[in-house]
């Protein structure tokens, strides 16, 4: 496998238009889905409660990622108040700050250099490759590798190096709420994190 991928930028090349990026799913997708993740207009908080669990490995993965500001929260918790912004980051991408209790952890999604799916960095650097797609009515991120970008340069790492094949799952549940499923497993180690929350959409009340 070729890690170092000197010719593919961090930055994206076209806006984010995940309802392009799913296809024909997105219509299959709630309304309100469709909303929550078309054309951010304006700035929107949520806020909920998560339920929070880290393996021993998922912990030790999130102290060696700490540094480079990773998303990963290493403790597991239940009923942790949370509070999500988003908004546009204005150069095409959208920007998620997460505050779980004590910890805040933020992230930018933007159009993948190469055309397809989504590449999620941190402000440190760390990204993930993402396929977005539509799943039983719900929308879905789903990792396809991880790197780390350093400058306009992107190094790809090692599979054994990741904390596993990471899914998001963004369900609608009506009335004007919707349950977040993050859940993280690798290959050989089994399931290193999962975060699963309620949260309420601001729009709808």
Known sequence: MNTLAASRRCHAAAPL???AQVGPGWARLPAAVRRRFGAHAAPVTYTGRMDLRCSPLGRVIAWLAWPLRGPLVPHSATGVPATVDVHPDGQGGVLWRRRLG???VCSTKLAHP???GVLERTTGGLAMALDVFEDDGALV???RHYAWCLGPVTLRLPDWLSPGRCRV????LGAGRFRFTLTMAHPR???TFEQTGEFVD????
Do not use: I
């Open 169 to 172: 799952e963004h369900r609608d």
């Open 189 to 191: 180690w089994g399931v």
């Open 102 to 104: 004590r910890d805040t």
């Open 17 to 19: 238009d995940l309802a």
């Open 202 to 205: 601001p729009v709808e009340e």
């Open 114 to 116: 190469d055309g397809h």
């Open 141 to 143: 991120f789903q990792s």
